[in-house]
């Protein structure tokens, strides 16, 4: 059904239009630092930003959260952009950058220093650092802390100026160097910076602190419900002294936007952190942002996991505020599902043998016809020839066969799905053992749709291709990039001094690549086409590298059914 499922957000939100907190607006925004592509993590965070705004009538804001100038870059905004609109979202009117609120969020910092609730501190890092206290500790009021309002903003005016070398001063609010919670600690708000930033240049050598800039731009957006991962719950405080303040200040009108926090998207075998993609892209373990290995929306999309699959999986994994760690299953039976709904059907030769009709007219040719999908008759047939020689799969064909094996084997009978009932009449095998080729006739009379053809039973029933036509095609067929499900977690037995990196849990063979045959149709289809290859599993044409009608290259995205571990 379409009906959204419930959570504790959503109650929370229905409980505000109830009381018309926020006179029936819902504003919600999404705040991805430009400083790396997307993830997994990203897309539980989308679904929920954006999709309660749509449910709710609302706006969703995309803001390039980009107050760090060091580390963003203009190629990670587009890349952002990109994902956001192949999720579905792309919303160019509610796009914003916090650096465009640079002026105001000065303007707030300069009305805190005139209210007597921030000052600036001279105190070396380290001094800093020290006179923080720990969690069981108070910390030590800074030197500076009584600093007069005018000779602060004398020095925080010339701090924006630029006259101060980086660390030299930093401006802080002032709230309770002994509050139990250490991010109420005179918090800083500004530090210098000479950074040049992607968007601003060199306009300003302060940068504001994260805390500080991200309720702020909430407020000015106008934003109802901040939503945030769990680890932000301690700097909640934070958030509401922040704009509460400059609420009083008459910076902004009440009510005021609230944050509420959510558990983050744990993935077994997947690492969802930057800091651990960098590093697998960096070490050369894969083969960029993109590769359809890595837990990246790029590369989800390179791997043929879809929008669809995403938005299933958001919903059957929920939201809640307790961690846990998903089985990367989940996500896969969730493109799965999706999928199964989605591609057309195809016929691909993996592991190719070949097959000779012995007694089918060297020129002839018989037209079968192949439903696009089999639940959805609505979406037509096509045509697929069969003739004397074909391909068949390997594993369809045993000498030694074990019990119950239905497929073709020495003197046995199998339908060629689509086509007519066969039977083996002889194979070739090179001096290894190996099959070469198998040999068997057509029974004309069986051929699949024609009246009577149904009238002798086999119990296999197996895919093929002509060889005439089928079109040679490379093939990508991933497994999970860990051999472990917590890549980096110490394990049972570890003594007590071993330290784990998860780059020593990466699976040394993640990726393997086949020549098989597929049906014309998909080799000549545009990139990012998915199809189903029938008895396979769920393929999409490489976005980068194939070429339709040229070098047809297809990744698999998932098998049919779970069968990792078997
Ligand atoms: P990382 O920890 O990978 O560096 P981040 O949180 O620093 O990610 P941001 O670009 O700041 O990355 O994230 C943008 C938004 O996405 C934030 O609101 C954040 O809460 C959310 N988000 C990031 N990772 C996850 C996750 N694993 N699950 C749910 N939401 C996430
Ligand atoms: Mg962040
Ligand atoms: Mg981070």
Redesign the pocket.
């Known amino acids: 059904s379409n009906e959204p499922i419930s959570h504790f957000i959503r109650n929370r939100i229905d409980a505000d239009q109830d009381k018309g907190t926020y006179g029936g607006k819902v504003t919600t925004r999404?705040?991805?630092?430009p400083n790396?592509y997307l993830?997994f993590?990203?897309a539980?965070?989308i679904f929920l930003n954006f999709g309660l705004a749509r449910d709710y009538d609302g706006i969703c804001h995309l803001r390039f959260?980009d107050t760090n100038p060091v580390k963003e870059e203009q190629a990670y905004v587009d890349a952002i952009r990109e994902d956001i609109d192949w999720l579905g979202f792309r919303d160019p009117t509610h796009e914003h950058f916090a650096s465009d609120y640079f002026e105001t969020l000065y303007q707030g910092a300069v009305a805190l220093v005139k209210a007597g609730l921030a000052y600036v501190d001279s105190q070396s890092a380290d001094e800093m650092r020290a006179n923080r206290g720990t969690l069981t500790e108070p910390g030590t009021n800074s030197p500076y802390r009584e600093r007069a309002i005018d000779e602060n903003l004398d020095l925080f005016t010339r701090m924006r100026a630029g006259e101060f070398p980086d660390g030299e001063h930093i401006l802080r609010a002032k709230i309770d160097m002994a509050s139990p919670n250490l991010n109420m600690r005179d918090p800083a708000i500004y530090r210098i910076r000479h950074a040049h930033h992607h968007r601003t240049g060199d306009d300003w050598p302060i940068y504001p602190m994260y805390d500080y800039a991200h309720c702020v731009s909430d407020a000015i957006e106008g934003v109802t419900h901040s939503l945030?991962?769990l680890e932000f719950e301690d700097h909640r405080p934070l958030y509401d002294w922040f704009i509460d303040k400059l609420a009083d200040l008459g910076f902004f009108e009440r009510p005021l936007p609230q944050q509420i926090e959510f558990s983050?998207?744990?993935l077994t075998y997947m690492p969802?952190?930057?800091?651990k993609l960098i590093q697998l892209v960096e070490g050369g373990h894969v083969d960029g942002w993109d590769d359809p290995r890595m837990p990246t929306l790029k590369g989800a999309r390179r791997r043929g996991f879809t929008p669809a699959g995403f938005k299933l999986f958001t919903d059957r994994i929920g939201v809640s505020k307790s961690d846990s760690l998903i089985d990367f299953g989940v996500l896969e039976d969730c493109m799965r599902e999706t999928l199964n709904e989605s591609a057309e059907r195809r016929i691909g030769v993996l592991d190719p043998l070949k097959l000779v009709l012995v007694n089918f007219p060297e020129e002839h040719e018989e037209t079968c016809y192949a439903p696009n999908h089999p639940q959805k008759p609505d979406w037509g047939k096509r045509e697929v020839k069969l003739t004397r020689e074909l391909w068949i799969e390997r594993g369809d064909f045993a000498l030694d066969p074990p019990k119950k094996y239905f497929r073709l084997k020495p003197d046995g009978e199998v339908r060629l799905r689509y086509g007519f009932i066969i039977k083996h009449v002889g194979h070739d095998v090179d001096e290894d053992g190996n099959v070469t080729c198998v040999y068997a006739e057509y029974d004309p009379d069986t051929k699949s749709g024609t009246p009577g053809a149904d009238a002798r039973k086999v119990k296999g029933n197996i895919h093929w291709l002509s060889a005439r036509d089928a079109v040679e095609t490379e093939i990508r067929q991933y497994d999970r990039l860990f051999n472990v499900p917590a890549p980096g977690a110490r394990r049972e037995g570890d003594e007590p001094d071993v330290e784990r990196d998860f780059l020593d849990d990466i699976n040394p063979d993640s990726i393997h690549t086949l020549t098989a045959y597929i049906e014309a149709g998909a080799a000549n289809a545009e990139p990012e086409s998915i199809y189903q290859f029938e008895r396979h599993g769920y393929f999409v044409a490489d976005q980068k590298e194939h070429a339709p009608g040229q070098r047809p290259v297809f990744n698999r995205a998932v098998t049919l059914r779970d069968s990792w571990g078997q």
């Open positions: 999404f705040p991805p630092e790396g993830h993590g990203h539980k965070s959260d945030c991962t983050r998207l744990n969802l952190s930057k800091r």
